[in-house]
């Protein structure tokens, strides 16, 4: 069975600044991909980036990045000058057969 | 992208009665959708597995006969929340691979219904 962990339920950032939203996993599977998706107060579920495992190249969308670490398990989202409508829950997902499993979430705040 | 819809956004109803959420695909086929449940500041919570043309799957400590899923055809599937009580309130979010691509790693998600049972 595969589990996915955010251990900061809270982050809080500055306008402009950067922030890093941590993310582990455990899978068995050797082929799986990994996501990060936003939710904002409309509660719309929205893909923000896409990593598949067996590329060594970190994932980047505009300000979005992620840092993937593949022997720890770890993938981590930054997000780099940040921005008022970046406020929502970040969820990391993994998806292996076709099934997505999800973190807690980590709430993101970012103040003016 | 890929777009998914659900109708209805919001629904209130009494309960003892049954309410349908239609969960579509609008721009691409999906021969397997995906219906979760969200509870206030929680995560999702996969429910089921819709599949086109077969019985649909479901996880462990769901009722399939309170939670019937109906998958009519490659851009429908429903969820009949039978019976409902006020237990079944919550946030109900569908989602979709998109059937068109080689990869369907990636799913897409319905914008969820609202269900609240008086």
């Known amino acids: 069975a595969q589990t996915v962990t955010q251990s900061q339920p809270e982050m809080s950032v500055q306008e402009a600044e950067t922030v890093t939203l941590s993310c582990t996993y455990d899978t068995s599977e050797s082929d799986y991909y990994l996501f990060w998706y936003k939710q904002p107060p409309s509660r719309q579920m929205i893909l923000v980036i896409r990593?598949?495992?067996?590329?060594?190249q970190n994932a980047t969308e505009n300000r979005f990045s992620v840092n993937f670490q593949k022997a720890a398990k770890s993938f981590s989202l930054k997000i780099s000058d940040s921005q008022l409508g970046d406020a929502a829950m970040y969820f990391c997902a993994e998806n292996a057969g076709n099934m997505l499993t999800f973190g807690g979430g980590t709430r993101l705040m970012v103040k003016p | 992208g890929a777009v998914v819809s659900q109708h209805p956004s919001r629904v209130i109803c009494k309960s003892g009665t049954s309410v349908k959420i239609e969960c579509r695909s609008l721009d691409f086929q999906a021969t397997t959708m995906f219906w979760y449940r969200q509870f206030p500041k929680q995560s999702l919570m996969l429910m089921a597995t819709s599949n086109e043309g077969s019985k649909a799957t479901y996880e462990q400590g769901v009722e399939k006969d309170k939670f019937l899923i109906n998958h009519a055809s490659l851009t429908l599937s429903t969820l009949t929340v039978t019976s409902a009580h006020p237990e079944d309130s919550s946030f109900y979010i569908c989602?979709?691979?998109?059937?068109?691509?080689?990869?369907?790693?990636?799913?897409?998600f319905g914008p969820g219904t609202r269900l609240t049972v008086l």
């Open positions: 990593q598949e495992a067996y590329k060594q």
């Open positions: 989602s979709a691979p998109n059937s068109d691509r080689s990869s369907t790693d990636t799913q897409y």
